[in-house]
């Protein structure tokens, strides 16, 4: 099988054309990186250093990976069943591109926008942070492990959230209720990575690893598993 990088860019030019022109798309993405980043914010501006002792059993910066595990999944929940309700995937769906082509498309157009903003948000929250918390809070809050999960592991929950919520997608006759049930899909996700955080599961390198193989495996696995997944003739004619 032969992929066609210019079909695929295309495509995923016409769906971020697409997330501009969308104003609750927009909106969700910036609501939700605010609900994980105020909060946070908000407790430790206010923090004394007494609290850096307690704070430095945690690694409450591994709670922003919530952002790369919900805000992609939102999108991805739109990309099939989106195009489907406005008349305009049954003319894209008769065009010779791949399915294959199609998806990775899809993936791209909302893996670029979900990781950017979730690295944005992430460096403003370490910007405010180093200004404005007390010194022995930051150092407590601020360490080099965890800067570099959050690095590594944003692109991986981001590529998982988008296949969980593509595959949605396909299957969906209702954008909305793609969208809740791919934000369903990805709690898992963020229940995880929140225990991480408040170390109710202890992080060591064993599981950073362990986590990291898995998801690099599912990653690479669910592109293939969306499209085999992807009915053309099912989505075309609209039948189960």
Not at 62 to 78: F, K, N, S
Not at 115 to 131: E, K, Q, R, T, W
Request: net charge positive.
């Amino acid at each position: 099988m032969s992929l066609s990088w210019r079909r695929i860019r295309a495509i995923a030019r016409k769906e971020l054309r697409e997330y501009r022109r969308s104003g609750s798309i927009v909106a969700t993405m910036a609501i939700f990186p605010l609900i994980f980043l105020i909060q946070p914010i908000a407790v430790l501006f206010v923090a004394p250093s007494s609290s850096a002792i307690s704070l430095a059993h945690y690694h409450l910066l591994l709670y922003m990976l919530a952002i790369p595990a919900l805000v992609p999944a939102y999108l991805a929940a739109y990309s099939v069943v989106g195009e489907r309700q406005q008349g305009t995937l049954e003319p894209l769906l008769t065009t010779p591109i791949l399915r294959e082509e199609f998806l990775m498309g899809k993936a791209l157009a909302a893996l670029v926008p979900s990781v950017a903003i979730a690295y944005a948000v992430y460096a403003l929250f370490l910007a405010c942070v180093v200004l404005f918390a007390q010194p022995a809070v930051a150092s407590a809050i601020v360490r080099a492990p965890d800067i570099l999960a959050q690095v590594v592991f944003t692109p991986l929950l981001a590529c998982w959230s988008i296949w969980v919520g593509t595959a949605i997608s396909t299957r969906s006759s209702d954008v909305r209720v793609a969208q809740q049930l791919g934000l369903l899909a990805s709690l898992p996700a963020v229940v995880v990575t929140s225990l991480i955080a408040f170390d109710v599961i202890p992080a060591t390198l064993g599981l950073a690893l362990g986590l990291g193989a898995a998801l690099l495996v599912l990653d690479a696995s669910g592109w293939r598993i969306v499209s085999a997944m992807f009915d053309r003739e099912r989505l075309i004619t609209g039948t189960g």
